[in-house]
C-alpha cells in the first residue's frame, strides 16, 4: 500500500519550454503533497507544500510563478516549472501524506530528472 | 533554525556486520516524530523506520533500529546483519507538518 506514482521520470527540454510533473497517490487519499528538489549528493530540499483545494505554501526563496504547483483532487498534485532554463535542471521528487495527521509518513514518488538544453 | 544533523557523511560496513549512523536534530516542539528513509542509486526514498518522540521505547523494523535520546536529541540508526542491499544514502528526517532532512550518510558494504 501506500504507493505514490510521478511521471514523468526523466525529461529532457529547451530552454524556455514549460514542463509538468505528475504526483499521484495510486491506493490512498492524498491531504496533503509536497514537492522537493534534490541536487546530486546532497539532501532534499522542500520546495513547497499543498494541500487538496487550497493555494500551495512555498518555502523561502523559491519563486511562485517559476514553480506552479497545483493539487485539484485529493490523488493528484502537479509541478509545472515555467520558462525553463538550464539552472532549473535537477531532480525534483514529490511526496504524499494521508490523513490529517502529522506523524503519518511521507510516501514518495521515484522522481524527475529534469535536463534543460 | 530547527535543524537535523548527520555528522557521517560516509559510513562502511562489512556484510553481514553491524553499524550505527548517526543522527542529532534541534527542535523546539513537544510533539515530533523521526524518521529514517533510505535512497538507492535508483533515487527512489523508502521509509526505514520511524519513531514518535512521546514514545520512550525504541521502533525495531526487522534488522533496522533506533536508539532514541530524546533529552540528547539524538536518534541514531543500527542496521544488523547488513546486506549488500542496504548500500544506499539514509536520511534522518524530524517531521512535523514538514520533514526537515539532514544532509545524509551514504553507506557502502563491502562483500
Known amino acids: 500500500g501506500a504507493v505514490v506514482s510521478q511521471h514523468p521520470s526523466w525529461v529532457i527540454c529547451k530552454s524556455g519550454t514549460s514542463v509538468k510533473i505528475e504526483c499521484r497517490s495510486l491506493d490512498f487519499q492524498a491531504t496533503t503533497m509536497f514537492w522537493y528538489r534534490q541536487f546530486p549528493k546532497q539532501s532534499l530540499m522542500l520546495m513547497a507544500t499543498?494541500?487538496?483545494?487550497?493555494?500551495?505554501?512555498?518555502e523561502q526563496g523559491v519563486e511562485k510563478d517559476k514553480f506552479l504547483i497545483n493539487h485539484a483532487s485529493l490523488t493528484l498534485s502537479t509541478l509545472t516549472v515555467t520558462s525553463a532554463h538550464p539552472e532549473d535542471s535537477s531532480f525534483y521528487i514529490c511526496s504524499a501524506r494521508g490523513g490529517g495527521k502529522s506523524n503519518q509518513p511521507q510516501h514518495f514518488g521515484d522522481g524527475t530528472r529534469l535536463s534543460i538544453l | 533554525a530547527q535543524t537535523v544533523t548527520q555528522s557521517q557523511p560516509e559510513m562502511s560496513v562489512q556484510e553481514a556486520e553491524t553499524v550505527t549512523l548517526s543522527c542529532t536534530y534541534d527542535?523546539?516542539?513537544?510533539?515530533?516524530?523521526l524518521f529514517w528513509y533510505k535512497q538507492p542509486p535508483s533515487r527512489q526514498m523508502i521509509l526505514v523506520i520511524r519513531?514518535?518522540?512521546?514514545?520512550?521505547q525504541n521502533a525495531t523494523e526487522n534488522r533496522f533500529s533506533v536508539n532514541f535520546q530524546k533529552a540528547a536529541k539524538s536518534f541514531s540508526l543500527k542496521i544488523s546483519d547488513s546486506q549488500l542491499g542496504d548500500a544506499a544514502m539514509y536520511f534522518c528526517?524530524?517531521?512535523?507538518?514538514?520533514?526537515?532532512f539532514g544532509e545524509g550518510t551514504q553507506l557502502t558494504v563491502n562483500p
Open positions: 519513531q514518535e518522540a512521546y514514545k520512550q
Open positions: 499543498s494541500n487538496e483545494g487550497s493555494k500551495a505554501t512555498y
Open positions: 527542535t523546539s516542539e513537544s510533539d515530533y516524530y
Open positions: 528526517a524530524r517531521g512535523g507538518s514538514r520533514l526537515t
